[in-house]
């Protein structure tokens, strides 16, 4: 248990440094960060705190479809966001765009290992995770559709607010889950008497 506690607190902080590292490349963010960052182009409120409250928000949508949200869920939704401006605030902004390059190759393979970090301590999957499989529990659509869904809406509505949509946009969704392919099963913790389970789709767990 202090293990799986500990691996969940350190994947859930670096998946905030990850989203920091993606943010300051300056060449495209995943698709909620891509909201993320319109929603905060127009009411200045914060990377962190957007974060946060969009968290509650999909948890909200979690009651109609009946999904039930774990210790990790909740953690996920509160401590996400701050470790994000953390990482906002000790990397700079505005460097070279070889630095930028490397800024992002970093938080792409952190926010794959902070995947399956969080992900194998088995606490819970993040609010949009669950929003994700609750739908297709619920629907019975198939979880490419339900993700590709959702995830073409926050772009879209994050991109007509401002949210930096770019090269790195189309990298992430498709280098993410083949990566968090690799990282969930490494992390995965067994517990006692219950045989780990294997991601159908591990892509799902790379939005926290």
């Not at 962190?48 to 479809?65: A, D, M």
Request: proline share 6%; aromatic share 8%; glycine share 14%.
């Amino acid at each position: 248990m202090t293990r799986r506690i500990t691996q969940l607190l350190i994947g859930l902080f670096l998946y905030g440094i990850g989203i920091a590292l993606i943010v300051r490349g300056g060449i495209g963010v995943a698709p909620w960060d891509v909201l993320t960052q319109g929603i905060d182009n127009h009411t200045h409120l914060g990377f962190g705190l957007i974060t946060i409250l969009i968290s509650g928000v999909v948890l909200l949508l979690w009651i109609p479809i009946r999904q039930k949200p774990g210790a990790g869920t909740v953690l996920n939704a509160v401590l996400v966001g701050p470790s994000a401006d953390v990482g906002l605030w000790l990397i700079p902004a505005d460097l070279d765009l070889w630095a930028r390059i490397v800024l992002f190759a970093a938080g792409l393979l952190m926010v794959a290992v902070a995947t399956g970090l969080y992900i194998g301590a088995h606490f819970g999957p993040g609010p949009r995770d669950g929003l994700m499989t609750g739908l297709h529990r619920r629907t019975g659509w198939k979880i490419w559709i339900v993700r590709t869904g959702i995830e073409v809406t926050v772009l879209g509505i994050g991109w007509a607010l401002g949210g930096n949509v770019g090269i790195g946009t189309v990298l992430f969704a498709l280098l993410i889950g083949p990566l968090c392919q690799r990282t969930i099963p490494f992390f995965s913790v067994t517990r006692p008497g219950v045989v780990a389970p294997v991601a159908t789709d591990p892509a799902l767990a790379a939005t926290p």
